[in-house]
């Protein structure tokens, strides 16, 4: 057995250069210099006696022993963060380094509302934000780089814990004067296929609206080039198509200045559920659930 083993620094910088492919942007993850980052990944690969990174001008390719190794580091790292959880968990509760992703379909909505009051009742809690996702969120979760996710499902998670938040209805934003002149609660059969309008690949409420629809000729007809639910709102503000919000966005304003008109979908699933997820027996779990009532106070 070896004397020497890897520093968990060491597997913090390989991690990031897999995760980013570039060593300038994985040493400005891992807030070092490029220089620093570098030096460390060849200790390692030096420490080892292998080659776990072929480093060209242009390409950073990993070996199969190295991807091997990115794997066994990921856990190892996973494993670090749950034994600090352990210590932090055993003192004063919501206290500390919180890590966070929420998807941009919640973030702008429910976090104004919610950080203020939580800022002034948990002083002692640092929580740090990241914006990504659900599929991202996911991953970050699964790999350590976060501890929590507030995210909408359904959607598809692996082992994790989770607590409910909020139910969140989908409503049917139309341009004004729609000559259909929309009722208060609008059927599926009510949306023109040639004229939905919602966000590209990679956010689930695409998949929670066109579910919700129970129509599965929307998703290949649909136009997806939303980047954004605000963006989305101004085609519809212009008379470009009718796109799907969330209820929180509705309520939280991002009509205003607009003239889109937004009904209730009347669907037996028109509606998202809301919810904090984290890692399966964290021992942070009273944290979590903690979070979980100062959202749903939100």
Not at 145 to 171: K, M, N, S, W
Not at 280 to 297: C, G, I, Y
């Amino acid at each position: 057995m070896s004397t020497y083993l890897p520093t968990l620094k060491q597997l913090q910088y390989l991690v990031a250069l897999h995760e980013h492919g570039h060593f300038g942007r994985a040493a400005d993850a891992s807030f070092v210099s490029q220089s620093t980052l570098s030096a460390g990944i060849r200790e390692l690969e030096s420490l080892l006696g292998v080659t776990l990174v072929e480093r060209s001008r242009r390409v950073v390719r990993f070996t199969a022993l190295g991807n091997q190794v990115v794997e066994k580091a990921h856990r190892v790292l996973r494993e670090t963060e749950e034994l600090a959880d352990l210590v932090q968990a055993a003192g004063k509760p919501l206290a500390g380094q919180l890590r966070m992703s929420v998807i941009p379909t919640i973030a702008p909505f429910m976090l104004p509302r919610f950080l203020p009051r939580l800022r002034r009742e948990r002083p002692d809690l640092e929580l740090f934000l990241r914006e990504e996702t659900s599929h991202d969120a996911v991953e970050s979760l699964q790999h350590g780089r976060v501890d929590c996710v507030l995210l909408a499902l359904p959607f598809v998670t692996g082992e994790v814990d989770q607590a409910h938040i909020a139910d969140d209805p989908i409503y049917v934003a139309f341009p004004k004067d729609d000559p259909r002149d929309p009722p208060e609660t609008v059927t599926a059969d009510m949306i023109d296929d040639g004229r939905l309008l919602l966000l590209e690949d990679g956010h689930c409420l695409k998949d929670h609206a066109l579910a919700a629809c129970n129509r599965p000729e929307l998703r290949g007809s649909t136009t997806m080039i939303g980047t954004s639910l605000h963006t989305l709102v101004q085609m519809v503000d212009n008379g470009l198509g009718l796109t799907m919000l969330p209820e929180m966005a509705v309520d939280a304003g991002i009509l205003n200045g607009t003239e889109v008109v937004a009904r209730p979908l009347k669907s037996k699933r028109a509606s998202r559920e809301i919810a904090l997820i984290w890692r399966k027996n964290s021992p942070r779990r009273q944290d979590f659930e903690l979070l979980a009532e100062e959202l749903r106070a939100g």
